[in-house]
Structure formats: structure tokens, C-alpha cells
């Protein structure tokens, strides 16, 4: 769009000339001089502001990528793929909170929590485990001297039963702890998919009132184009004078700046 901004501030110093000779003519009155500088005053502003603008953000973008100044760096449009029509928002919605890393890692930490609250759950019923000890004697004591019978290879096998008795009130404490800890893994599980499905209908909300603004602005300048062309064959006959081709040029030109902003 600055090429535009460009050639709209051009059109406006030559609109401003061409006021100033119907001033001097008296065709014109002073105070239309006075807005017609006025107004190739802001168009310069604005393209010096855009000037700098564009040369800013090229030297933070060199400063961060580290792209030499003898290189030229080559500006493309950005263009965003429309979504498809045949997908309504709550599928995007789902689509987003499908393949979004940050739920995904809140689900695990869900089911590791479910996990951990089971285990509590299972440490309130009485265990029983299988136990064995294995044993290995050496001669350094001289057992085989002292026993008619001896073995050096000895195993002891058994059962264990714990009833957790005298462990209710430390067990409950542990549960409550737990399921706390999973309480707020759900919260933020069911906050951030708000948060993902709320972003999502905003941007598809704005996508879809850009594309409504990028219409009226494409009407907008068919319109101007249209019209300066009307003006351009008056002019040609005769009918109208050269103040009001150049303001159906400027009038186009603000429209290709709106046209290009959308």
C-alpha cells in the first residue's frame, strides 16, 4: 500500500496546484487553497509515517534473523486460508481442542492423578503379600562342627496380612489430598478448553467481519474506478475541468489504500 500512499500524496501536491492557480484566478476561494494544502500536508505525514513504519520493522527483522543490509528482503502478502464452508465453528472448535499440546498434557496429568487416587483407594483394604528370604551360610564358623545337620543354602517362605486398622485418619488425609490435587487439574483442563473454544469463535468472528470489510472495500474501489473512468471521458469532452479528474484520482486512491488495509 505504500505505492499507493505514494501516489496519492503526488495527486494531492498537483490537486493543490491546481486550486491555487483557480485561487489566483478567483475561480476558487482562498479557503479551498488553504484545504487543499491542508490536505497534501496530511497525505505527506502519512507517508512518512508508513515510511518509517516499514523501515522499523525492517530493521527488526534484520536485527533478529540476522539478515545483512546488502541482502534485500523480498515482502510477500499475507494471505490467510478461509476456513472451508462446509465446516461449521463447532467443528473448528473440536479440531482445535483436539490437536492443542496444552490440553493434551492436562489430560495425562488427569489420568495420572485418577491413578494415584485409585492406588489411595486400594492402601484402605487389608494386603496380603508373599514373602521369602533366602539365606547362604559359609564355613568360616564351622556350623558343619557343631550340628549333625547342616545346610548351607536356607529359604524361609511365608505370607504377610496387613489390616489397616489404626491408619483410617492418616489414609483420609492422603484421599482428601489427592483428590484435591485432581479437583484442580480438572479446573484448568475445563478452563483452558474454554479459553481455546473462546479464541477460536473470536477469530473465526473476525475472519468472517474482515471478509465482509474486504467486500465493501473491493465495491468501494470498483466504484472509484468506475467513476474516474466516467470523469476521465468528461474531461475528455470538455465538460468538466481538471480540479475534478484529480480529485477522482485521489478519491481512487484512497480507496486502493482502504482496499490494501483490509
Known amino acids: 500500500s505504500l505505492e499507493y500512499v505514494r501516489g496519492r500524496a503526488a495527486t494531492r501536491v498537483e490537486t493543490e496546484q491546481i486550486v491555487e492557480e483557480r485561487v489566483q ?8 487553497g488553504t484545504r487543499a494544502k491542508l490536505n497534501t500536508a496530511r497525505s505527506r505525514s502519512q507517508t512518512v509515517a508508513l515510511e518509517n513504519q516499514i523501515a522499523m520493522l525492517e530493521f527488526t527483522l534484520r536485527d533478529l534473523t540476522g539478515i545483512p543490509q546488502s541482502e534485500t528482503i523480498l515482502i510477500e502478502p499475507a494471505e490467510v486460508p478461509a476456513p472451508s464452508r462446509e465446516e461449521t465453528v463447532e467443528q473448528l472448535v473440536g479440531r482445535a481442542l483436539e490437536n492443542n499440546q496444552g490440553i493434551k498434557a492436562l489430560e495425562e496429568e488427569i489420568r495420572a492423578k485418577e491413578f494415584l487416587v485409585k492406588s489411595e483407594e486400594a492402601l484402605r483394604w487389608p494386603r496380603i503379600n508373599l514373602v521369602g528370604q533366602y ?3 559359609s564355613n568360616i564358623n564351622n556350623y558343619s562342627d557343631y550340628f549333625r545337620k547342616f545346610s548351607r543354602n536356607n529359604a524361609v517362605f511365608g505370607i504377610s496380612i496387613l ?3 489404626y ?3 492418616r489414609f483420609s488425609a492422603r484421599m482428601m489430598k489427592v483428590q484435591a490435587e485432581l479437583a484442580a ?3 484448568r483442563w475445563t478452563d483452558a478448553r474454554a479459553t481455546v473454544s473462546r479464541q477460536v469463535r473470536r477469530m473465526v468472528g ?3 467481519q474482515q471478509s465482509a470489510a474486504q467486500e465493501v472495500a473491493r465495491l468501494e474501489l470498483e466504484l472509484a474506478r468506475r467513476s ?3 470523469v476521465l471521458a468528461q474531461y475528455q469532452d470538455g465538460r468538466i475541468n481538471r480540479l475534478a479528474v484529480e480529485q477522482a484520482r485521489i478519491e481512487e486512491d484512497e480507496r486502493w489504500v482502504d482496499f490494501f488495509q483490509e
Open 25 to 32: 484566478a478567483g475561480l476558487e476561494p482562498p479557503l479551498g
Open 135 to 137: 539365606g547362604l551360610f
Open 163 to 165: 489390616v489397616p486398622v
Open 167 to 169: 491408619a483410617h485418619d
Open 185 to 187: 487439574v480438572h479446573y
Open 206 to 208: 473476525e475472519m468472517q
Open 228 to 230: 474516474l473512468d466516467v
